[in-house]
């Protein structure tokens, strides 16, 4: 550990202890947390926990389609139990919301500030870590060590937005929040002139919030929406869970506000085009017919090749109906007129003979081949035999059997056909889209 001072040591609650970053396990925080909150914690559970020092605090963000939560050793050895568990609540919040995946408002500082306002009115003023933003409630006085690292500029517009910040009402919306703020023309200027950065920390006036909001809304309209999907499967489970276990702290309204978030139905259909489109690669060859747009004449141009990289494994086992298979196929006719796949049947094993090419726009008769039990499991190891040939595949299917093994390196969706679920808790990394 370096003992030169540098912006994250900002935000660390109290004296460095050698002794309690060492011995800092957040493993024993979330088992705490799991007898107490079976809700946050069924969420905890659906994500990626990650220790960086690439951040001074902590936070949640997308990656590669999957939900992360990354935190700073540092920052969380600093924090008494009750503070680490309130900041645990705060970013499963930003979760609940959807601020992760959503579209940010522009500037950038002010809607994490109207986030962080509206999820801090739910909390406990006693967990939350210093730097809270909570509506009514002045900031801390920076202490004379905080004062001697800032210019007057930056003292002085940290008491004017404590004073804006204590004359805000309670369990207010952020977008409640970030209109009483944008309206606040000091405030704007200095959001528009630092919004490149990622929010509370790396803003300059630093100690206003705890955790980091980078890479909020900077995903692709297709991830989106599949985000958005693997969202809604991870609280609808954690409902479930807190139905049956009970929600813990949760407050009331958040609660009432689960319900009606929570009981929109996806349009699946869509989905299953968006989840060909996402796992779509091209090959880019050189084309002299082709103008280069950069070099025009000097250097051939550049065509594109798109691949099917997609394959469909169809749940043809005993346990599977005619009329149901009758929906499978008609909905992928539907999916042929925009998307080339491979398409394979399967119950114990997959029907190589029967495989085929389903190119765009071509109609295809299909008949059912196989009636044996089934497994996933092959699936998965087809799959991943053939992973060189495509980036991500989907299985078509009741949901009737054992969990197979992870896809690691592959993309997998569960196509689940209407009446039915999955027996068993996916992957991370998988997308469950339920056909309605």
């Known amino acids: 550990m370096s003992n030169k001072t540098t912006q994250n040591d900002l935000y660390v609650q109290k004296e460095f202890n050698q002794e309690r970053y060492d011995s800092f396990n957040l493993g024993k925080h979330l088992v705490s947390l799991m007898w107490k909150e079976p809700f946050y914690t069924r969420i905890l559970r659906s994500i990626t926990k990650k220790e960086t020092d690439q951040i001074p605090t902590a936070g949640v963000t997308v990656s590669n389609g999957d939900f992360l939560m990354v935190w700073n050793r540092k920052f969380l050895s600093s924090l008494n139990d009750l503070q680490v568990s309130g900041l645990i609540k705060h970013e499963m919040l930003h979760l609940i919301y959807d601020h992760v995946s959503s579209r940010k408002k522009d500037p950038h500082l002010i809607w994490n500030y109207s986030t962080d306002l509206a999820i801090n009115s739910t909390i406990p003023r006693k967990e939350l870590p210093k730097g809270g933003l909570i509506p009514g409630v002045a900031f801390e006085p920076l202490t004379k060590e905080e004062c001697e690292n800032l210019s007057q500029e930056k003292i002085d517009r940290y008491y004017k937005i404590s004073k804006l910040i204590e004359s805000l009402p309670i369990n207010k919306t952020s977008e409640y929040y970030y ?8 405030l704007k200027e200095h959001a528009e002139e630092n919004s490149g950065g990622s929010g509370g920390f790396c803003d300059p006036i630093p100690g206003i919030g705890f955790d980091d909001h980078e890479g909020w809304g900077e995903i692709s309209e297709e991830e989106r929406e599949l985000v958005k999907a693997k969202l809604e499967e991870i609280m609808k489970d954690a409902m479930k869970e807190g139905e049956c276990k009970g929600w813990g702290t949760l407050p009331a309204h958040i609660i009432k506000d689960l319900t009606k978030m929570y009981a929109k139905t996806i ?10 489109g996402y ?12 103008l280069n747009r950069k070099y025009p004449g000097i ?3 550049v065509k594109k090749n798109y691949k099917p990289k997609i394959a469909v ?4 086992s005993g346990s ?30 997959v029907d190589e003979e029967s495989a085929f090419l389903w190119k765009k726009g071509k109609r295809i008769n299909l008949k059912r081949n196989l009636t044996g039990g089934t497994c996933f499991n092959v ?8 992973k060189s040939k495509f980036n991500g595949y989907m299985i078509m299917t009741d949901g009737c059997a054992p969990k197979p093994r992870p896809s690691h390196g592959l993309k997998r969706a569960w196509i689940i056909i209407p009446g039915y679920e999955l027996g ?8 469950v889209i339920n056909m309605k």
Do not use: P, Q
């Open 279 to 290: 796992t779509r690669n091209n090959e880019r060859t050189s084309c002299i017919r082709r």
């Open 424 to 431: 068993f808790k996916v992957d991370r990394k998988d997308f």
């Open 379 to 386: 699936v998965t190891e087809h799959a991943l035999k053939n």
């Open 267 to 276: 349009n699946w259909a869509e989905l299953l085009k968006i989840f060909c």
């Open 313 to 316: 494994y169809v749940d043809e």
């Open 179 to 186: 209109n009483a703020l944008i309206n606040d023309e000091d």
């Open 320 to 349: 599977m109906g005619s009329e149901e298979l009758e929906k499978i196929y008609a909905e992928l006719t539907n999916l042929s007129k925009t998307n080339e796949f491979y398409v394979y049947k399967f119950d114990s094993d």
């Open 299 to 301: 250097h051939a141009g």
